[in-house]
């Protein structure tokens, strides 16, 4: 591993052609010329696993009790970040508009929850699993990312901690050089994107 995360991860993107170029259309609803497929970046079960442990390491401070993520993008570093831990691992999926704990996953009043995704843009789908959370009476207490492309800017109520901070310029549809360019937009993502979001 490099001494730098921030290296070794810019160098996984490429080494496992994860970081894709064209035109995208997040699940956000935003465009970009840019989109990272971490299904690809955590193909191979042992770069999953190290990646897991680094991030680990950076919320072990918050002492989790467990780790929650959405489906489908947190599945597998949530996984690999609770094993490092050594706590549960939970995960909430889409049930109609929403999301919820299905599959007999239930959550302790107070528990101490860390959230797990493997890319935060606007945070919208980590949102919807923190409320979920609170719901049930659990204490989200910090969240993670393996890549941050919030710009800086925090969409959570508590600390967010991420492995590389990747700066993809993103648009609102209307106005997206690309679409005015007529390149069509492709939706790489699980969850599709919702017009006009």
Known sequence: MHSRPEDWIQGLLKETGALLEGHFQLSSGLHSAG?????????????????????AERLRAFSPESVLAPALGGLIIGYEVASSLEVPFRFTERAGEGMALRRGFRLDRGE????LEDV???????LEA????TEQGARIVGAGAILDRT????????PFESLLALRLETYPA????????????????????????
Request: glycine residues 10%; positive net charge.
């Open 35 to 55: 989109y990272v497929q971490c299904a690809l970046l955590l193909e191979n079960p042992r770069i999953a696993r190290q990646i897991g442990k680094s991030l």
């Open 112 to 115: 101490r929850v860390v959230l």
């Open 120 to 126: 935060v843009t606007t945070g919208r789908s980590s």
């Open 130 to 133: 923190m409320s979920v959370a």
């Open 151 to 158: 710009g800086g800017v925090n969409p959570f109520e508590v």
């Open 174 to 197: 209307e106005s997206c050089p690309l679409c005015a360019e007529g390149q069509p937009a492709v939706q790489p993502g699980s969850r599709p994107a919702k017009a006009g979001v």
